[in-house]
Structure formats: C-alpha cells, structure tokens
C-alpha cells in the first residue's frame, strides 16, 4: 500500500501561482492530480507516466499547468501558474499501478488526503 501525501496548497490571488507537491511512500507507476470544488464531482487536473514522457490534461488547465516527477525522490509536482478563481478545490494526488495515463477517479489505486488551493479575485 502507497501513502500519499500532498503540500503546498494556499490561498493566492488571481494571476499568480502555486506548486503543489506530492509525497509517495513507495514505487507508482502513472500519477496524477485531480481536484473538486464544494458541491461538485472530483475531477481530472493532469496525469504522467512513470517515464515522464506521456502527459495528459485536462482542456481547463493546459497551457497554465505543468506535472512533473522525480522518481529518485518518490515526488509527484504540479505547477500552477496563471491562476483563476475557478481553480479553487481540495486537489488530491493520485497514484496507479498501471503505466497508461487515465483520467477516471476509478482507475486510481491510491489517493491522498487533499491540499486546498483557494484563488482570490
């Protein structure tokens, strides 16, 4: 069983940015990043292979976010520039032991316990 932990979640203006790290307490394969605002479903943010080379995002934050990962480290990062209000939600780091990238909540093995990210206007 994989624990994840994520950090580094805040309360920022519109426009600026935020890095979003994510502790893993063993080896994953795909990793990714979903977030849910109040009142509505969990949703797909960014995924990445073991490798680094397959990324996949969601249309609401390509071009603005970034995922990374430093396997040596067991790390998982998401960059967040640009900021919106509408990026304000609990983001959750996600793991899969699988190496092909997904964006269903039931594909994950593994989940941590969320990071609140809050975008003032």
């Known amino acids: 069983q994989v624990q994840l932990v994520e950090s580094g979640g805040g309360l920022v203006q519109a426009g600026g940015s935020l890095r979003l790290s994510c502790a893993a307490s063993?080896?994953?394969?795909?990793m990714g990043w979903f977030r849910q605002a109040p009142g509505k479903e969990r949703e797909f943010v960014a995924a990445?292979?073991?490798?680094?080379?397959?990324?996949s995002y969601a249309s609401s934050v390509k071009g603005r976010f970034t995922i990374s990962r430093d396997n040596a480290k067991n790390m998982v990062y998401l960059q967040m520039n640009s900021l919106k209000p509408e990026d304000t939600a609990v983001y959750y780091c996600?793991?899969?032991?699988?190496?092909?990238?997904?964006?269903?909540?039931?594909?994950?093995?593994?989940w941590g316990q969320g990071t609140q990210v809050t975008v003032s206007s």
């Open positions: 990445l292979s073991r490798s680094g080379m397959i990324t």
């Open positions: 996600a793991g899969r032991n699988s190496d092909y990238t997904s964006r269903y909540t039931s594909d994950y093995n593994y």
């Open positions: 063993g080896r994953t394969f795909v």
